[in-house]
């Protein structure tokens, strides 16, 4: 008898000793499995050519502004379903910069396609700015979402503001994730951008600029 209690006692040290080593080999597995990369994300090539209005006079356009959480580059949505309130980030899903950089890109280049844009304030050239309020994916259904982009432009010259007015631009989602929230978030910029330009393109820029501000 002692010695097959001896023998039992070495056989669960054993079983123990294995357990320890299944554990740490398991553990090591899992710790050099592969990890998923990060998809990155741009709002893809922008037309050449403008069927917009053209502007009226020479433009300077001001570095777009947005909130502190824009500052970086993930990829924001809403369950407006379950919690408007909130906003989350794609874990695996990354703009290759912020969206404020990437709309003050598109901008650029929309209202050069449509006329002259100018990198000096003068007195007699309008500035426009553009402040970026809202940009993320809504899910209105766990099965349905678009892009939203919502802005304020104020266009000022010397003498002060000549007008001002909020944008929102919404654009389906062709897919629930976020590849399908890159597609709508562009297509959403680019409609408020053109919104914004043909609103600026009516304003009475080549004229004396009255004085006080004028807002809608």
């Known amino acids: 008898m002692p010695m ?3 023998v039992l006692r070495r056989t669960r040290r054993c079983t123990l000793a294995l357990s320890g080593v299944s554990a740490l080999i398991a553990l090591a597995a899992c710790s050099s499995a592969p990890v998923a990369p990060t998809a ?7 037309s050449a050519t403008s069927g917009g209005a053209r502007l009226p006079t020479a433009l300077r356009v001001t570095e777009v502004a947005g909130p502190g ?3 970086g580059n993930a990829i924001f949505y809403r369950l407006a379903y379950a919690q408007g309130q909130r906003t989350n980030a794609y874990a695996n899903s990354r703009w290759v910069e912020s969206p404020v950089n990437l709309f003050d890109a598109r901008l650029r280049n929309a209202a050069a396609a449509r006329g002259q844009v100018v990198s000096y304030a003068a007195p007699d050239v309008p500035s426009l700015r553009v402040e970026l309020v809202d940009f993320s994916q809504v899910f209105d259904r766990p099965d349905a979402s678009r892009g939203v982009v919502r802005l304020r432009a104020t266009v000022f010259q010397s003498r002060g503001v ?4 909020v944008v929102q631009a919404d654009a389906p989602a062709p897919s629930t994730d976020a590849a399908g929230g890159v597609v709508a978030l562009t297509q959403a910029s680019d409609k408020a951008i053109g ?3 043909d609103w600026v393109a009516g304003l009475p820029l080549g004229a004396a600029v009255q004085s006080g501000a004028h807002r809608r």
């Open 195 to 197: 919104e914004v330009l």
């Open 40 to 46: 990155l994300y741009d709002f893809g090539l922008a």
């Open 4 to 6: 097959l209690s001896v």
């Open 69 to 71: 959480w824009m500052d």
């Open 162 to 165: 000549i007008d001002q007015r």
